[in-house]
């Protein structure tokens, strides 16, 4: 959903304030103190607290939510989804600048691509700043869906909700607990501004995975056993 421009603009709106992530990293790198909340980066994540291991996103384990991953053979994770009831959010981690926020120029690239589909998002000034939400049109019916971004130090947080939880910009529910617990690690590497930042199995789902696809492989071969071989005679073997 985002498209290329003929050139950087990072420049911000004056009615979206910088995240109190990315004020941290503009105070400079002595400023120890952490965000009211997250997400967070890694420096200013708080300790204790038991997370999924997704490489360049950890997100915090909280009763209740389910998450579902979608990865390629390789293992690389191509999307998270964490589902509660009937509420879903998915989560994605990008490249950005240390002290110039995106999500202004994302938002409103999403917000062209959903009307050139036919869909009127509107701006709310949500828990971050501005949030798009807007109803569409499933294979279930008509769905709300609501965009929210965090800008931080050379990342950008992207979440979708949806479901009810895309309903209620105040939605304080399990799933926002997940995204106000969720800590970035960006690693050292230059990226351009809107990379997507690597993700990985976490080694308790990769381990999980591996176990059902063996469970997989063993059910397939009881119920399609390799076809015997002809009898010495050179007719088919008798069952």
């Known amino acids: 959903m985002f498209r290329k421009r003929e050139g950087p603009r990072h420049v911000r709106s004056a009615d979206a304030p910088p995240s109190d992530a990315l004020v941290q990293s503009?105070?400079?790198?002595?400023?120890?103190?952490?965000?009211?909340?997250?997400?967070?980066?890694?420096?200013?994540?708080?300790?204790?607290?038991?997370?999924?291991?997704?490489?360049?996103l950890q997100i915090p384990a909280v009763e209740g939510v389910e998450v579902r991953v979608q990865a390629n053979p390789?293992?690389?994770?191509?999307?998270?989804?964490?589902?509660?009831?009937?509420?879903?959010?998915?989560?994605?981690?990008?490249?950005?600048p240390r002290t110039e926020g995106i999500w202004d120029e994302v938002r409103d690239e999403i917000a062209?691509?959903?009307a050139a589909d036919g869909v009127q998002p509107t701006k709310i000034d949500g828990r971050y700043g501005i949030e798009l939400t807007a109803r569409v049109q499933t294979p279930e019916?008509?769905?709300?869906?609501?965009?929210?971004?965090?800008?931080?130090?050379?990342?950008?947080?992207?979440?979708?909700?949806?479901?009810?939880?895309a309903a209620d910009p105040g939605y304080?529910?399990?799933?926002?607990?997940?995204?106000?617990?969720l800590v970035v690690v960006r690693d050292e590497e230059a990226?351009?501004?809107?990379?997507?930042?690597?993700?990985?199995?976490?080694?308790?789902?990769?381990?999980?995975?591996?176990?059902?696809?063996h469970e997989q492989a063993a059910a397939e071969?009881?119920?399609?056993?390799?076809?015997?071989?002809?009898?010495?005679?050179?007719?088919?073997?008798?069952?």
């Open 191 to 213: 990226r351009p501004p809107r990379e997507p930042l690597p993700l990985r199995l976490p080694k308790e789902l990769a381990a999980q995975a591996q176990q059902q696809a």
């Open 172 to 181: 304080t529910g399990v799933l926002a607990q997940c995204l106000e617990g």
């Open 221 to 239: 071969a009881r119920h399609h056993p390799r076809a015997r071989g002809p009898a010495p005679n050179g007719r088919g073997a008798r069952t």
């Open 141 to 165: 019916g008509p769905a709300e869906v609501r965009f929210v971004g965090v800008d931080g130090p050379r990342w950008m947080v992207r979440a979708l909700y949806q479901g009810p939880a």
């Open 74 to 96: 390789d293992g690389v994770v191509e999307v998270i989804v964490l589902v509660e009831g009937e509420s879903a959010l998915q989560l994605g981690v990008f490249a950005a």
């Open 26 to 56: 503009m105070a400079g790198e002595t400023d120890a103190s952490a965000p009211d909340r997250g997400p967070y980066d890694l420096r200013h994540a708080p300790a204790d607290v038991q997370r999924l291991d997704f490489g360049s």
């Open 112 to 114: 062209a691509a959903m």
